[in-house]
């Protein structure tokens, strides 16, 4: 029996193995060499107004001269409204940018950014360019599911200037699946999973706990510990199948660094039960149940204020935990229509990225079964109770970051990145604050468990120059950052006119035309028609 038990389970992680496999997209082409400008000795962007990312408010006119990859110097040059003493200003630089109509910002870090595959039917291009359209300069794969190899190559080729792409972090899911080295079935084979990471270039975990396989606390407990051990970082998304052993607040108690999306963290603040209450008739492969039910879970926490809401929030504010929202992800639940309908699918979407959304029952986050009002309804309310708990941890001090999870339930990439930012400030962030979550704060969870410090995420003498140039105030209105701009009417015409949309994005030192990066997506979608 326990053989059979065993044939099984190794059954189970080659099939997963060879899903895995099956996802694996092929390397991103090389830079060609009109792609991009730079590296520079000496550039300069001159006179632009800086949103430094640190939370401070915007500032200009400043020069900010930056040499090689790095940020040499951010000087203020005069001031608003008055022609600029040209004494007061830097020496030239071998290439300049006028930047006396832009705002600068840090270059963006996506923290849950998975690049996509053959289940979307993207390539790395597309979804690189997508990023990078958008500001992404940094991007945490949270998984790893081309393999870690895959995503260690590309890190690779992307830090070495080789192709079009943001920094990418490889986590890695912990799931058997993704070594050969057996069931990750003791505390012992978790720890060697977790060295094998170490070794083979990952830079964190995302422990699914639940799902297939579900870990025993035990094993949970060990991987964190090695986790620390290695200097790796820790998320995790504790699914239905294994929260009601391990919550967020007891894996924050094991050391764990932060989580995604919002799993096990209502389940944290139960008070008046301990298990979510599930209909009767619930299948967690039935991903209408799982979401609908998803909807239906916070208003069974505890509600804000109450006792047991300021206890776990006090609890994971000491551990200095952090949270990844990730709100957009699960926009369509609160309305289908929106997420379906949203302009940029018709140029940007690949056919077979749409098939991939639409209803089905196996593709993951299809669960347009049978969506009613009551759903959406119910997802609303859902989503107030998530925002403000949200909210309420970074007034008291906890670190929020952006995370999109784009390539499923028609989130597309670089495009719902910006609109995690909406959602932030729908939630009560100030425009300031979502600024520095996307940025600063991005870029510290990042650094944490390494040990270092940041060495990105502000515009700022000494950081790597990863810098996002928009002619249009962000801060008045993120919908500006969306490669299709903001409507606005113009009233000399009369007419209705787009604005912004990033005009350059900076990663490495090297200025990249973002309206460019999409003309090359709108182009790459129009072949697949
Ligand atoms: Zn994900």
Do not use: C
């Not at 790095?70 to 930047?99: C, F, L, Q, S, W």
Request: glycine share 10%.
């Amino acid at each position: 029996m326990k053989t059979l038990f065993a044939l099984l389970l190794s059954l189970l992680a080659s099939v997963t193995a060879l899903a895995q496999d099956q996802n694996r997209q092929p390397y991103a082409p090389d830079r060609r060499p009109d792609e991009g400008a730079g590296p520079f000795r000496r550039l300069i962007i001159r006179g632009a107004t800086v949103v430094d990312g640190s939370g401070a408010p915007p500032i200009g006119p400043m020069d900010i001269v930056i040499e090689g990859n790095r940020i040499k110097e951010v000087r203020t040059v005069g001031y608003p409204k008055v022609a600029i003493d040209p004494k007061r200003r830097p020496d030239k630089g071998d290439y300049e940018i006028d930047g006396s109509k832009m705002y600068v910002l840090p270059g963006f870090v996506d923290m849950h950014g998975h690049p996509g595959g053959t289940e979307q039917g993207t390539t790395a291009e597309y979804v690189f360019k997508l990023w990078l359209a958008h500001g992404v300069t940094t991007v945490r794969d949270p998984g790893s599911g081309n393999g870690l190899d895959w995503t260690v190559h590309e890190r690779d080729r992307s830090a070495r200037n080789q192709i079009v792409a943001p920094r990418l972090v490889p986590y890695v899911f912990t799931a058997g699946s993704m070594w050969d080295g057996g069931a990750i079935d003791s505390p012992e084979q978790a720890r060697k999973f977790v060295q094998w990471v170490a070794k083979n270039g990952g830079a964190g975990l995302k422990i699914i706990g639940g799902g297939d396989p579900v870990y025993d606390p035990d094993i949970l407990a060990a991987m964190i510990d090695e986790a620390k051990k290695l200097k790796l970082g820790t998320t995790t998304h504790l699914s239905q199948m294994g929260v009601a052993r391990m919550n967020v607040l007891q894996a924050a108690r094991l050391g764990l660094d932060g989580m995604e999306h919002w799993y096990g963290l209502p389940e944290s603040l139960f008070d008046a039960r301990s298990i979510q209450d599930y209909p009767a008739d619930y299948n967690y492969l039935d991903e209408q149940h799982r979401f609908g039910g998803a909807g239906r879970l916070w208003k069974q926490a505890a509600p804000p204020g109450s006792p047991k809401w300021n206890a776990v929030m006090d609890e994971l504010l000491k551990l200095g935990f952090d949270l990844d929202p990730t709100f957009t992800i699960y926009e369509a639940s609160r309305d289908l229509m929106r997420a379906m309908r949203a302009e940029w699918h018709e140029r940007y979407t690949l056919p077979s990225l749409w098939k991939w959304y639409e209803p089905s029952r196996q593709a993951h986050g299809s669960y347009w079964f049978d969506w009613t009002t009551a759903d959406e309804i119910e997802w609303k309310n859902n989503y107030r109770l998530w925002m403000t708990f949200v909210n309420e941890y970074k007034n008291r001090g906890g670190r929020v970051t952006t995370g999109s999870d784009s390539g499923y339930i028609y989130k597309l990439y670089g495009f719902d990145y910006i609109r995690e930012l909406e959602l932030l400030q729908e939630a009560g962030f100030h425009p300031l604050e979502v600024i520095r979550a996307a940025t600063f704060h991005g870029a510290e969870a990042l650094a944490e468990p390494t040990g270092k410090k940041p060495e990105l995420g502000l515009v700022r003498a000494g950081m790597l120059a990863d810098l996002v140039l928009v002619e249009a105030n962000p801060v008045a209105n993120l919908k500006v950052l969306y490669g299709t701009g903001a409507i606005r009417v113009n009233d000399e015409t009369g007419k209705a006119e787009r604005v912004g949309g990033v005009k350059y994005v900076v990663k490495d030192g090297i200025v990249y035309d973002a309206k460019q990066l999409l003309a090359d997506v709108e182009r790459l979608v129009a072949a697949k028609k």
